[in-house]
């Protein structure tokens, strides 16, 4: 096993069912080169980055590794994820320069936040990345 290297924290529900899901699609895609992984859930390393759990309710989270004040939130987040994928700046430039995009996609964004239990479903049990923020790499203990 590696010795942890993302370059970036993702800070998802690990009880949400669509958020897993994109968890795991991108723990399949980049097999922690670039991202970690902490769950909402997780309060004793969300602390470590003084994050709350009001902070939690305002959606998905990115901090940057290098610089930890450096943070993205929301559909905010989830863009600068897509941004550093291969080919993802490509997208998101062209997402960004159709007039009215943006703020069509932050506002689908906080609607599938804060309906996302009712839409997607709650798990009975938080889901812990095989890519744990602090950690070497492991396989996904409840996939």
């Not at 960004?96 to 479903?121: H, S, V």
Request: hydrophobic share 30%; net charge negative; aromatic share 14%.
């Amino acid at each position: 096993m590696n010795e942890n290297t993302a370059k970036y924290h993702v800070i998802y529900d690990g009880n949400c069912n669509l958020c897993v899901t994109f968890t795991q699609l991108l723990e399949q895609f980049d097999r922690g080169q670039l991202f970690d992984y902490i769950p909402m859930q997780d309060r004793e390393n969300l602390e470590y980055f003084n994050i709350t759990a009001e902070d939690c309710e305002m959606g998905m989270i990115l901090i940057d590794r290098e610089n930890s004040e450096k943070r993205w939130q929301g559909s905010n987040a989830a863009e600068e994820i897509t941004r550093l994928l291969p080919m993802g700046a490509l997208f998101i430039d062209a997402y960004r320069a159709l007039p009215g995009m943006k703020g069509f996609g932050d506002r689908t964004y906080e609607q599938i936040r804060d309906n996302r239990y009712q839409w997607f479903g709650k798990r009975d049990e938080t889901y812990h990345s095989g890519y744990p923020f602090g950690c070497k790499t492991q396989p996904a203990n409840n996939e």
